[in-house]
C-alpha cells in the first residue's frame, strides 16, 4: 500500500510523460551524482555521530549511524558499478525509480536519527544537528538537480519537518535559522527545477536535432529517387525522360527515325472527384501497368505529369503501324477499372510526332507530339494523331494569331457586339450579353472560338478584359436603368484581384451601379481552383455585382458542386436545348435544373434557344429567361431597340 502511495506521489510530482532519450539523460546524470550524494550523507552523519558520542545513547550514535552509514556505502558503491553496465529503458527507469523511494526513506530515517541526537547535549550539539540538516538538504538538493521528483521528496521529507521542528523549538537562533532555511529552501528548489526544464529542452533538443538529420539523409534519398522516378508509377518521370530524349538525339549520329507520343487520359478528373484520389491514385497506377505490359520493355515510358505519359520508341514502321499502335494504347484504356466503389471509364488520347520528320530537337519533338495531342482530344477523344505537315501550318497559323492578337487591342481591332437576353413571357429585352468581336485587316473576321483560347494562354486576355468592359460600361451608361449587362470573366481575370479592382474602379469612374453588371464565368473555369473561385465571387457579390455560371452542364460533376458555389443566375447550355423536343432526357434534365434554381432562389438563363418550338416548350417546363437566335442575334449595340 505505501509503495502504491510513493508510486502515485512521483507520477504526480514528475509532471508529463518523459521521453526515452530524457530517462537515459536522467539516469547517466545519477550514475555521478547518486554516489557523490551517499558520500556527503556518509560524511555528514559519522561527523554527527562523533560530536554526540559519549553525549547520546551508543544505540544512536554507533549502531544507528551504522546502519545509515552502511546504506549509504551500499548504494554509493552500487551506483558506482552502474557505469560499466548496460541498461534497458525498463531497467533505467526501476533504478530512478528506486533512488526516488531511497531518498524518500533515507531522508525520513536520517530526519527522525537527527531529531532523536538534538534532544541531548548542549546548544553547540544542537547547532551541529541544524547545520546537518541544512547542509544535507542542500547537498542532496544538488546532487539530485536532475530528478525533480527526488527534489521535492527531500525538500518535503528532510527540508519542512526541519522548518517546523526547529520553528517549535522556542529558541530565538534557531527559528532564526529555520527562517533562513525557508528563504534558501523557497529559492532552490525553483532554480533546481528550472535546472532540470532547461536540461530537458537541451535533450529534446539533441533529439530534434538528430531526427532532423535523420530527416534529412532520408530527404536526400528520396529526392535522389524522385529526380528519376514517379513517386506512384514507379515509372520514368519528366526529367529523366527529358534526360533519355535527350541522351538519344546525341547518340544518334545516323539520324535513325524514332517516335515521340504522349498520353493523356480523359475523364480522369471526375475519378478524384467523384471516387475520390486514393482511386485516382489506383488508376494511374492501373494505367502504367497496362501502358508498361502493351509497350513490352520496348523504348522509354514515363509519367510525366499528373495523368500524362510519354513514350519513346525506335520507328521504322509505316504510318498505319504508328495508327494500330495508338489505337492498341487507347483501346488498353477504354478497359474499365475496377474500384472499391465501383467501376470506373475512362479514355485516353494520344499525339505522336516522328523524328526527324516534326522536329530535330527535344522540344521540338515534344511540342509537336503535344500539338498532336491537343487535336486528338480536341476533335475525337480517345484516338490517336500524328503531327502532320497540316498541322504544322496550323501552328505558323497560331503563331501568327499570336503576333496580331498582341496588336489587337493597341489599334482598337477588338469590338463589341451584344446579344439580348429576354424575358420570355413578354419577349422584351432584360440584359444584354457582351460578346468579343476581332477584325484584322490580314486574318478577316477571326472566331472568338479561335482567339480566346489563345488571349487566354498567353495572356494577353486581361488586356482584352479591360478594354473591352471600359466600352461596356460606356454603353451601359446610355441604356435604360432596368436593363443590365453580362460581361464574361476568363480564368484569368476571377483569379487576378487586380483585375477586379480595375473593373470595378471602372464602374465607380462612369458613376455606373454595381448593381447593373453580371459577370459570367464558365463551370469549367471554376473548376480549376473551386475554392479561390468560390471566395472571388462571393466578394464580388459583396460589393453588388450578379455572378452566373455560365455553360452549366458541360463540365463533370456539376450537381456535386453547385452547393459550394457563389452566383446568382445559372446560364443551362445549349446543348440540352438542340434535341429539346425529341428528347425526353433533356427536357427531364432542363426541368430538373430549373428547379434546382428554385430551391437556391436563383435564376436560370436558357442559352441557344432557336426556333418558336424551343421557346414555347421551356415556358412550359417553367423556364423564364432566354436567350438565342430566336429573339435576337450578336449584333452592335445601334441595332438594338432598348427603349
Given at each position: 500500500?505505501?509503495?502504491?502511495?510513493?508510486?502515485?506521489?512521483?507520477?504526480?510530482?514528475?509532471?508529463?510523460?518523459?521521453?526515452?532519450?530524457?530517462?537515459?539523460?536522467?539516469?547517466?546524470?545519477?550514475?555521478?551524482?547518486?554516489?557523490?550524494?551517499?558520500?556527503?550523507?556518509?560524511?555528514?552523519?559519522?561527523?554527527?555521530?562523533?560530536?554526540?558520542?559519549?553525549?547520546?545513547?551508543?544505540?544512536?550514535?554507533?549502531?544507528?549511524?551504522?546502519?545509515?552509514?552502511?546504506?549509504?556505502?551500499?548504494?554509493?558503491?552500487?551506483?558506482?558499478?552502474?557505469?560499466?553496465?548496460?541498461?534497458?529503458?525498463?531497467?533505467?527507469?526501476?533504478?530512478?525509480?528506486?533512488?526516488?523511494?531511497?531518498?524518500?526513506?533515507?531522508?525520513?530515517?536520517?530526519?527522525?536519527?537527527?531529531?532523536?541526537?538534538?534532544?541531548?547535549?548542549?546548544?553547540?550539539?544542537?547547532?551541529?544537528?541544524?547545520?546537518?540538516?541544512?547542509?544535507?538538504?542542500?547537498?542532496?538538493?544538488?546532487?539530485?538537480?536532475?530528478?525533480?521528483?527526488?527534489?521535492?521528496?527531500?525538500?518535503?521529507?528532510?527540508?519542512?519537518?526541519?522548518?517546523?521542528?526547529?520553528?517549535?523549538?522556542?529558541?530565538?537562533?534557531?527559528?532564526?535559522?529555520?527562517?533562513?532555511?525557508?528563504?534558501?529552501?523557497?529559492?532552490?528548489?525553483?532554480?533546481?527545477?528550472?535546472?532540470?526544464?532547461?536540461?530537458?529542452?537541451?535533450?529534446?533538443?539533441?533529439?530534434?536535432?538528430?531526427?532532423?538529420?535523420?530527416?534529412?539523409?532520408?530527404?536526400?534519398?528520396?529526392?535522389?529517387?524522385?529526380?528519376?522516378?514517379?513517386?506512384?508509377?514507379?515509372?520514368?518521370?519528366?526529367?529523366?525522360?527529358?534526360?533519355?530524349?535527350?541522351?538519344?538525339?546525341?547518340?544518334?549520329?545516323?539520324?535513325?527515325?524514332?517516335?515521340?507520343?504522349?498520353?493523356?487520359?480523359?475523364?480522369?478528373?471526375?475519378?478524384?472527384?467523384?471516387?475520390?484520389?486514393?482511386?485516382?491514385?489506383?488508376?494511374?497506377?492501373?494505367?502504367?501497368?497496362?501502358?508498361?505490359?502493351?509497350?513490352?520493355?520496348?523504348?522509354?515510358?514515363?509519367?510525366?505529369?499528373?495523368?500524362?505519359?510519354?513514350?519513346?520508341?525506335?520507328?521504322?514502321?509505316?504510318?498505319?503501324?504508328?495508327?494500330?499502335?495508338?489505337?492498341?494504347?487507347?483501346?488498353?484504356?477504354?478497359?474499365?477499372?475496377?474500384?472499391?466503389?465501383?467501376?470506373?471509364?475512362?479514355?485516353?488520347?494520344?499525339?505522336?510526332?516522328?523524328?526527324?520528320?516534326?522536329?530535330?530537337?527535344?522540344?521540338?519533338?515534344m511540342d509537336r507530339a503535344d500539338f498532336a495531342l491537343y487535336e486528338a482530344k480536341s476533335n475525337a477523344r480517345g484516338s490517336s494523331i500524328i503531327f502532320s505537315q497540316e498541322h504544322e501550318r496550323l501552328i505558323r497559323q497560331k503563331s501568327q494569331l499570336e503576333l496580331a492578337l498582341n496588336q489587337s487591342v493597341k489599334n482598337n481591332e477588338i469590338t463589341l457586339h451584344y446579344q439580348p437576353i429576354v424575358d420570355a413571357n413578354t419577349g422584351k429585352i432584360i440584359g444584354l450579353e457582351a460578346l468579343a468581336r476581332w477584325f484584322n485587316n490580314e486574318l478577316g473576321q477571326v472566331p472568338p472560338s479561335l482567339f480566346i483560347p489563345i488571349a487566354e494562354k498567353t495572356g494577353?486576355?486581361?488586356?482584352?478584359?479591360?478594354?473591352?468592359?471600359?466600352?461596356?460600361?460606356?454603353?451601359?451608361?446610355?441604356?435604360?436603368?432596368?436593363?443590365?449587362?453580362?460581361?464574361?470573366?476568363?480564368?484569368?481575370?476571377?483569379?487576378?484581384?487586380?483585375?477586379?479592382?480595375?473593373?470595378?474602379?471602372?464602374?465607380?469612374?462612369?458613376?455606373?451601379?454595381?448593381?447593373?453588371?453580371?459577370?459570367?464565368?464558365?463551370?469549367?473555369?471554376?473548376?480549376?481552383?473551386?475554392?479561390?473561385?468560390?471566395?472571388?465571387?462571393?466578394?464580388?457579390?459583396?460589393?453588388?455585382?450578379?455572378?452566373?455560371?455560365?455553360?452549366?452542364?458541360?463540365?463533370?460533376?456539376?450537381?456535386?458542386?453547385?452547393?459550394?458555389?457563389?452566383?446568382?443566375?445559372?446560364?443551362?447550355?445549349?446543348?440540352?436545348?438542340?434535341?429539346?423536343?425529341?428528347?425526353?432526357?433533356?427536357?427531364?434534365?432542363?426541368?430538373?435544373?430549373?428547379?434546382?434554381?428554385?430551391?437556391?432562389?436563383?435564376?436560370?438563363?436558357?442559352?441557344?434557344?432557336?426556333?418558336?418550338?424551343?421557346?414555347?416548350?421551356?415556358?412550359?417546363?417553367?423556364?423564364?429567361?432566354?436567350?438565342?437566335?430566336?429573339?435576337?442575334?450578336?449584333?452592335?449595340?445601334?441595332?438594338?431597340?432598348?427603349?
Amino acid at each position: 500500500m505505501l509503495i502504491k502511495i510513493f508510486t502515485y506521489f512521483i507520477k504526480l510530482a514528475d509532471g508529463r510523460k518523459k521521453s526515452p532519450q530524457i530517462i537515459f539523460a536522467q539516469f547517466n546524470e545519477l550514475l555521478t551524482k547518486v554516489p557523490l550524494l551517499y558520500i556527503i550523507l556518509l560524511v555528514n552523519s559519522l561527523t554527527l555521530a562523533y560530536t554526540h558520542y559519549g553525549v547520546a545513547p551508543d544505540y544512536l550514535t554507533l549502531y544507528i549511524a551504522g546502519i545509515l552509514s552502511v546504506a549509504c556505502i551500499s548504494r554509493a558503491v552500487r551506483w558506482y558499478g552502474f557505469r560499466h553496465l548496460t541498461f534497458s529503458l525498463k531497467q533505467a527507469q526501476k533504478q530512478i525509480q528506486m533512488t526516488v523511494f531511497f531518498s524518500i526513506f533515507m531522508g525520513i530515517g536520517f530526519t527522525l536519527w537527527a531529531f532523536t541526537l538534538f534532544t541531548y547535549g548542549d546548544i553547540i550539539l544542537q547547532a551541529h544537528v541544524a547545520y546537518f540538516m541544512s547542509i544535507t538538504v542542500i547537498g542532496v538538493l544538488v546532487c539530485l538537480i536532475h530528478l525533480p521528483v527526488a527534489v521535492w521528496a527531500a525538500a518535503i521529507t528532510v527540508g519542512l519537518p526541519f522548518i517546523v521542528f526547529f520553528t517549535l523549538s522556542g529558541q530565538p537562533v534557531f527559528v532564526a535559522i529555520s527562517f533562513n532555511f525557508l528563504m534558501v529552501l523557497a529559492s532552490l528548489v525553483p532554480i533546481t527545477l528550472s535546472y532540470y526544464r532547461a536540461f530537458s529542452n537541451v535533450v529534446n533538443a539533441k533529439i530534434e536535432l538528430e531526427q532532423q538529420h535523420e530527416k534529412t539523409q532520408r530527404l536526400n534519398v528520396q529526392n535522389e529517387l524522385l529526380a528519376n522516378q514517379d513517386g506512384l508509377t514507379k515509372l520514368a518521370n519528366r526529367r529523366s525522360f527529358a534526360a533519355y530524349l535527350n541522351k538519344k538525339l546525341e547518340g544518334n549520329q545516323a539520324n535513325n527515325s524514332f517516335l515521340v507520343g504522349l498520353i493523356d487520359l480523359d475523364g480522369f478528373k471526375p475519378v478524384n472527384d467523384i471516387h475520390g484520389h486514393a482511386a485516382g491514385d489506383r488508376v494511374l497506377t492501373e494505367v502504367s501497368l497496362r501502358l508498361q505490359n502493351l509497350l513490352n520493355d520496348e523504348g522509354m515510358l514515363a509519367r510525366i505529369g499528373g495523368d500524362e505519359f510519354a513514350l519513346v520508341i525506335d520507328h521504322n514502321t509505316s504510318h498505319a503501324d504508328i495508327q494500330t499502335l495508338g489505337k492498341r494504347i487507347t483501346q488498353a484504356l477504354q478497359i474499365p477499372f475496377s474500384m472499391r466503389t465501383g467501376l470506373v471509364q475512362i479514355s485516353g488520347s494520344c499525339g505522336f510526332a516522328i523524328f526527324p520528320d516534326a522536329g530535330d530537337s527535344a522540344d521540338e519533338l515534344m511540342d509537336r507530339a503535344d500539338f498532336a495531342l491537343y487535336e486528338a482530344k480536341s476533335n475525337a477523344r480517345g484516338s490517336s494523331i500524328i503531327f502532320s505537315q497540316e498541322h504544322e501550318r496550323l501552328i505558323r497559323q497560331k503563331s501568327q494569331l499570336e503576333l496580331a492578337l498582341n496588336q489587337s487591342v493597341k489599334n482598337n481591332e477588338i469590338t463589341l457586339h451584344y446579344q439580348p437576353i429576354v424575358d420570355a413571357n413578354t419577349g422584351k429585352i432584360i440584359g444584354l450579353e457582351a460578346l468579343a468581336r476581332w477584325f484584322n485587316n490580314e486574318l478577316g473576321q477571326v472566331p472568338p472560338s479561335l482567339f480566346i483560347p489563345i488571349a487566354e494562354k498567353t495572356g494577353v486576355v486581361t488586356d482584352i478584359t479591360l478594354c473591352l468592359f471600359e466600352q461596356a460600361v460606356v454603353a451601359l451608361k446610355r441604356w435604360p436603368s432596368h436593363l443590365f449587362l453580362s460581361f464574361n470573366l476568363s480564368v484569368h481575370d476571377v483569379i487576378n484581384q487586380q483585375t477586379l479592382a480595375l473593373l470595378k474602379g471602372m464602374l465607380d469612374t462612369h458613376e455606373v451601379a454595381t448593381s447593373r453588371v453580371q459577370f459570367e464565368i464558365t463551370e469549367t473555369t471554376m473548376m480549376t481552383d473551386l475554392e479561390q473561385c468560390s471566395l472571388t465571387t462571393k466578394a464580388l457579390q459583396a460589393q453588388g455585382f450578379k455572378i452566373a455560371l455560365d455553360d452549366f452542364g458541360s463540365g463533370y460533376s456539376s450537381l456535386s458542386y453547385i452547393h459550394k458555389l457563389a452566383f446568382n443566375n445559372l446560364k443551362i447550355d445549349r446543348s440540352f436545348v438542340e434535341n429539346l423536343q425529341e428528347d425526353q432526357r433533356s427536357q427531364g434534365v432542363v426541368k430538373t435544373i430549373l428547379e434546382l434554381c428554385s430551391s437556391f432562389n436563383v435564376s436560370c438563363t436558357v442559352e441557344g434557344v432557336e426556333t418558336p418550338e424551343q421557346k414555347d416548350l421551356l415556358l412550359a417546363l417553367g423556364c423564364k429567361q432566354m436567350q438565342g437566335y430566336y429573339f435576337y442575334r450578336p449584333a452592335p449595340i445601334e441595332q438594338f431597340d432598348l427603349v
